[in-house]
């Protein structure tokens, strides 16, 4: 049996993006966070078909006050020259006027963007309110969907 079929994490990749903290109209606030390039290709396969950003975050949102999440994709050829971003999320309100802890999942279909063999996720979180509301949160994004089972 080839040993990667024992290991279905052999057919996943994981990058973590870069965390962030934000006080509301302050430090952190509705600053863009750009990942690192993420290599699509598997080690001996053609590429990542698939991936999942997941982000999970921590609120303060004071009452008819939101923490709104904006989230962009580029791709690029030799990880370096990317292409315009693409907007996937534009500010959506993802909290409305609560204390909360949740967990945000959102899927990127890796086969509707441009193929090419890098990507970048860029992440902005803004929160609509004064100077009493903070966030903070961690992401990564999760690869799959490779064609071909990757080299022993």
């Known amino acids: ?12 990749k994981a990058v973590a993006l870069p965390c962030q903290s934000g ?9 863009e966070l750009t990942s690192a390039a993420i290599d699509r290709m598997a080690a001996g396969a053609s590429g990542y078909q698939a ?8 609120t303060t949102v004071a009452a ?4 709104q999440l904006t ?8 990880g370096t020259t990317f292409s315009s971003d693409t907007t996937l999320v534009s500010a959506v309100d993802i909290e409305t006027g609560v ?3 949740k967990d945000a999942v ?15 996720v860029k992440l902005t979180l803004n929160l609509t309110a004064g100077a009493t509301d903070v966030f903070v949160y961690g992401a990564f994004v999760e690869l799959f969907g490779a064609d071909r089972l990757p080299a022993v």
């Open 106 to 120: 959102y899927r990127l279909d890796l086969g509707a963007l441009p193929r090419r063999r890098y990507l970048r």
């Open 23 to 31: 006080v509301a109209a302050g430090t952190g606030d509705n600053t």
């Open 64 to 67: 008819s006050q939101t923490l």
């Open 51 to 58: 991936a999942v950003l997941a982000i999970a975050y921590r």
């Open 1 to 12: 049996m080839h040993p990667s079929l024992r290991n279905p994490l052999a057919f996943t």
């Open 71 to 78: 989230v962009k994709i580029a791709d690029s050829a030799d």
């Open 99 to 101: 204390v909360t802890a």
